[in-house]
């Protein structure tokens, strides 16, 4: 009867570690799933983030927001390569920024739940909406007032170099916005599920 229980309670030992062993194997595929979400974020990796997640989850940072305003500004034959190529590397920075720190953690009580806390832009102190829908006034009022160097730039130098120069001193502003922008903490809460033995994020919400 001792030998009984004892296997018995060896077995029972067996399986409870097998158990635990494979919800740690979960938890770290997850993490490694909202690590890359955050990483590709910081990155500018759209197209990598789409695949990280199922056609359902909601963008909850409101990234379309951030890069539909500046497709405006992507036609090199309307605005030249030097101001498109900047207006870029000014969004690379915005999503550079978007995200201050993040910590990971799992809900004991929500199987398959990855709790996020961090900080993240404040859209209160930073509105990109006004400063994409105000750029072209912007941009048509410092012509009028610098035409003068402008036009001598563009003689010289050619449109490049004329479009550079505005974008350059027009970003200046937008620049200064965005490095003295204030932050806010945030709570996701990303709900996994697994596919083709793959986890994906099938969804993600505000607690905060």
Known sequence: MKKILTF???????ISMTGCAGNDNTQKEQEKVVTSFFDNIK??????LEKLGTDDYTD?????????????????????????????????????KLIKEYKITFDDEEEN????????????????TSAQENINELAQ????????ELSKIYLEQGQEAMMKKIFDDLSKELYKELDNAKYTEFTFKFEMV???????IDKISKEK
Do not use: C, P
């Not at 018995?8 to 067996?14: D, Q």
């Not at 739940?113 to 990109?128: F, H, N, Y």
């Not at 697994?194 to 986890?199: A, C, F, I, N």
């Open 60 to 96: 909850v940072l409101d990234i379309s927001s951030i890069t539909d305003g500046f497709k405006n500004f992507e036609d090199e034959n309307v605005y030249g390569e030097s101001f498109v190529k900047e207006t870029e590397n000014f969004v690379k920075k915005v999503f550079d």
């Open 194 to 200: 697994e596919k083709d033995g793959k986890w994906l």
């Open 113 to 128: 739940t990855v709790l996020v806390k961090g900080k993240r832009l404040d859209e209160k102190s930073i509105d990109m």
């Open 43 to 48: 990155e500018y990796k759209l197209d990598e």
């Open 8 to 14: 018995a309670l060896a077995a029972l030992m067996i």
């Open 141 to 148: 009022k410092y012509q009028e007032e610098n035409m003068e």
